[in-house]
C-alpha cells in the first residue's frame, strides 16, 4: 500500500563512525559511542540514520575497500556492539541504512586473493580480467589527476584487472550469477541484523557490464530489479537508495518507468543547479532541473541534499556555469577536486547565515527527502590541509573540550579543526544547544516543520510564476491539503505578486511568523521577502492537521 512508502516524509542523517563519536578513546569513532548520541539525534528530529561503511577493511578509502561484508571492523566495535545499536536505534524509531558497497572490494578481500593464484580459482571470475592492457585503459577514471588507469598489472594472477576506482579496489563481475547470489546473500544478513535498506554505492557501475572488449559500457538495469525483488520478499518496507550521477533522460532506467528500480536516487543534476543559483540568483536553470526530473513513479522519490563525503559535483553544469560556482564557493586551487568539484562544506562556502539558511530552507522544501550531512547541523566547516575529500571527514564538533569532545586520545582518525571561525572552540553542539538563536535549533526547527507538512513528500507539485528571475515559488497539493514555499535568491529584498485564485487560495498562513496573507479582491497575494528571504505557508487555516489525522 502507498501509505507503507516511509521514506516519503521522512528525514536521512548520513555520517561516518570513524568521525562521529569515539567511547573507547582510541582516536577513532565506534558504534559504543554512536549509541550515545542516540538521544541527540533523536532530539534532533531525524527519522533515518545512513552509515558510511564500517566493515572490516584495510581502509585505504575511507572505508569503502571492504575485506569482509559480514562483520565490523574492529576499530569500531564488534558485531555485538552493532546489534546493541540497532536496538538502541529502534527503540527510538530510528531507522538505519548502510552502504552496500559491491562494484569493488579491496585488493586484500579472500575472493581476490583467492583469484589471484590461478585461472581455475573458484574466485577467478568473479571479478574482470585481460590478458592484454586494453586500449581504452585510460578512459573513464573516476578521480582525474589522481588516478591514472582503470586497468592495473598483477604479476600473481599474469593478467590485467579492472577497477573503475582506485587500483587496490578490484571490480566485481556482476555479470557472474554466482556474484550476484553473493550480493544477495549481504543483503539479508544485514536486513536479518534489523537494517531498513542500503544506499547503493557507485549505481551507474554496479549495473556496468564492463570487460577489455568492452568499447562502450553495456547496462544491466535488470540487476537493480533483482535486488530490489529480492529486499520485497525478505522485507517489503526495506529500500533502496541509489548513488547515481546521472541525466534526466536516464532517470526512468534507475527508478524503473513502473518503480521497480530503486525506492529513492540521490538528485545530483538538481543539486548541482541548485548551487549554480545560489552564486548566480538565477532561478530559471533550477526550475529546469526540477522540471526535468520530475517524472517518476509515484512510489519513487528522489533524495535531496546539498553536501555529502564526496566533492561537490558540478560535472553536469555548462563550463560557464561551473566557472561562476568556483568562483563564488571554490575560488582557490586548493578548494577544488578531480576537476570537476569543490571539496568544502556548506557553512563555509557560502559564509553567511542568512544565505545558508535559505540554503537549507530550499533543500528541505524540495519536491524529496532531505537528507542532512553530520555537522552540517552546527555549520561545521573543512580542513582543506587534509588530502582529497578527507576534507570534509573532520570529527564531529560536540564542545569545546580538547578534541572537541569526540575523544580523549591525543591523535584522532583526523585532526579537529582547531583554528579559525570554524574551530570546535566556536562551532559544536554544546554551546548552540544553548543559544536560542543558534544554527542548530533554526535546522531543528526546520525539521520538525518539514515533517509536519507531509505534501512535500506525497503531494502534486507546481512552480508557480512569480515575474521575478530571482524567486522561486513551488506549491503543493495533498489530500485536499496545500503548502506553498518561497525564496528569493537575491541579496536584496524583493516583492511578488502571486495569483492563487484556481484553487480559490484566498488565504495563506505563514508557519513561520505570526503572519498570513490575504489575497486581494483579484485573487493576488503580494508577498514581501527579505534578503535571501524564505516564507513557507499553508493554505486555509492550521486545521490542516485534523484533516490529516482522519
Known amino acids: 500500500m502507498i501509505e507503507d512508502l516511509w521514506y516519503k516524509n521522512a528525514v536521512i542523517y548520513s555520517l561516518d563512525l570513524e568521525t562521529f563519536m569515539d567511547a573507547n578513546g582510541d582516536g577513532v569513532g565506534d558504534f559504543a559511542g554512536l549509541s550515545r548520541r542516540l538521544d541527540y539525534l533523536q532530539a534532533l528530529g531525524v527519522d533515518v540514520i545512513w552509515l558510511a561503511p564500517f566493515q572490516p577493511t584495510p ?107 582506485f587500483e587496490f579496489q578490484p571490480d566485481l563481475n556482476i555479470d557472474n550469477p554466482e556474484v550476484r547470489a553473493e550480493i544477495r546473500r549481504i543483503l539479508g544478513y544485514w536486513l536479518q541484523l534489523g537494517v531498513a535498506g542500503f544506499r547503493v554505492d557507485a549505481l551507474p557501475f554496479v549495473l556496468e557490464s564492463a570487460g577489455p572488449d568492452h568499447t562502450k559500457p553495456v547496462m544491466r538495469f535488470e540487476y537493480i530489479r533483482e535486488f530490489r525483488r529480492f529486499l520485497q520478499w525478505r522485507q517489503g518496507d526495506a529500500i533502496l537508495l541509489g548513488e547515481a550521477n546521472v541525466l534526466p533522460e536516464e532517470i526512468d532506467q534507475y527508478f524503473g518507468k513502473e518503480g521497480d528500480g530503486s525506492h529513492l536516487l540521490f538528485n545530483f543534476y538538481v543539486n548541482q543547479h541548485l548551487f549554480y543559483t545560489l552564486a548566480s ?50 575560488p582557490e586551487p586548493s578548494m577544488q577536486i578531480y576537476e570537476r568539484g569543490i571539496r568544502r562544506r556548506v557553512a563555509s562556502m557560502i559564509g553567511n547565515r542568512p544565505q545558508i539558511e535559505l540554503a537549507y530552507s530550499l533543500m528541505f522544501s524540495m519536491p524529496g527527502t532531505p537528507v542532512l550531512r553530520y555537522g552540517d547541523e552546527i555549520g561545521m566547516g573543512e580542513n582543506l590541509d587534509l588530502k582529497e575529500r578527507d576534507a570534509v571527514r573532520t570529527p564531529m564538533q560536540w564542545c569545546a573540550d580538547p578534541q572537541s569532545g569526540f575523544s580523549m586520545a591525543e591523535k584522532l582518525v583526523h585532526p579537529v579543526i582547531d583554528e579559525g571561525p570554524f574551530g570546535y572552540k566556536h562551532v559544536n553542539v554544546e554551546a548552540q544547544r544553548r543559544d536560542p538563536d543558534s544554527f542548530l535549533n533554526w535546522i531543528t526547527a526546520l525539521i520538525r516543520l518539514r515533517k509536519e507538512c507531509p505534501e512535500i513528500g506525497w503531494g502534486q507539485w507546481r512552480i508557480l510564476p512569480t515575474g521575478n528571475p530571482k524567486v522561486l515559488a513551488i506549491h503543493y497539493s495533498w489530500r485536499g491539503n496545500t503548502v506553498l514555499v518561497i525564496h528569493n535568491f537575491d541579496p536584496h529584498p524583493q516583492e511578488i505578486h502571486l495569483s492563487l485564485k484556481p484553487e480559490n487560495e484566498t488565504r495563506l498562513v505563514d508557519l513561520l511568523a505570526n503572519e498570513q496573507s490575504e489575497a486581494d479582491e483579484k485573487g493576488v497575494h503580494q508577498i514581501r521577502l527579505s534578503s535571501y528571504g524564505y516564507r513557507w505557508f499553508r493554505a486555509g487555516s492550521l486545521s490542516y492537521l485534523l484533516n490529516l489525522a482522519e
Request: charged fraction near 30%; avoid cysteine; hydrophobic fraction near 30%.
Open 59 to 165: 581502509n585505504r578509502d575511507n572505508g569503502y575497500d571492504i575485506e569482509d561484508y559480514y562483520g565490523v571492523d574492529r576499530r569500531h566495535g564488534s558485531s555485538g556492539d552493532f546489534v546493541e545499536f540497532m536496538y538502541q536505534a529502534n527503540k527510538r524509531g530510528i531507522k538505519v541504512l548502510i552502504d552496500l558497497v559491491v562494484n569493488h572490494t579491496s585488493s586484500k578481500h579472500p575472493w581476490f586473493e583467492d583469484a589471484r593464484r590461478s585461472e581455475k580459482s573458484e574466485h577467478r571470475d568473479w571479478y574482470i580480467w585481460s590478458k592484454e592492457k586494453p586500449e581504452n585503459s585510460e578512459d573513464g577514471v573516476v578521480f582525474p589527476g589522481v588516478q591514472e588507469t582503470t586497468w592495473t598489472y598483477d604479476k600473481q594472477a599474469k593478467a590485467y584487472y579492472f577497477h573503475r576506482f
Open 281 to 330: 540568483a538565477d532561478v530559471q536553470p533550477l526550475i529546469d532541473a526540477l522540471e526535468a526530473t520530475r517524472n517518476i513513479a509515484p512510489v519513487s522519490q528522489w533524495a535531496h541534499f546539498l553536501r555529502n563525503h564526496d566533492e561537490l559535483d558540478l560535472g553536469r553544469l555548462t563550463d560557464e556555469q561551473r566557472q561562476a560556482v568556483f568562483a563564488r564557493f571554490g
